[in-house]
């Protein structure tokens, strides 16, 4: 199912033209046109799902199988010094458009691309109760 409103349903669909790298009957993986690094590509499902929460394992699988494929792809390309696989989920995850997508960006030691977080302290108690709660949901 596709949203008629929903760029990313129209790019994954081609409707909207876009520097394609692979398709198949699941996702269609572009160039993104505002790249963090030479070689970011997006990973789009054809049908829509608002975040990963929405998401049937099935297609969650074939996009991280794609991703790999890709992955390798921009490394033969572009010899990159390493590789971030970025999926936001949500306004406070920095989602921007509410079509999942993952971002493959190729990495270059001494490039402009930050993706960091100040490392918090973790309670031993608290990890394992919450390890318990998850296992639980799983």
């Not at 949203?3 to 993104?32: H, M, Q, W």
């Not at 394992?57 to 390309?77: L, S, Y």
């Not at 970025?86 to 458009?97: D, M, S």
Request: hydrophobic share 40%.
């Amino acid at each position: 199912m596709n949203k008629d409103d929903c760029i990313f349903c129209k790019i994954a669909n081609g409707e909207i033209p876009s520097a394609t790298v692979y398709e198949d009957s699941i996702c269609r993986v572009i160039l993104d046109v505002n790249p963090a690094n030479k070689g970011h590509a997006l990973i789009i499902p054809k049908e829509h799902f608002d975040n990963i929460y929405s998401m049937d394992a099935e297609t969650a699988a074939k996009i991280f199988t794609i991703a790999t494929e890709v992955a390798k792809a921009q490394k033969a390309e572009l010899n990159p010094d390493g590789l971030n696989i970025l999926q936001n989920n949500g306004e406070a995850a920095g989602q921007t458009v509410f079509h999942f997508h993952m971002h493959l960006v190729p990495r270059y030691i001494k490039d402009n691309v930050t993706m960091t977080w100040v490392p918090g302290k973790a309670d031993t108690e608290e990890l394992s109760a919450l390890s318990k709660a998850l296992r639980k949901r799983i």
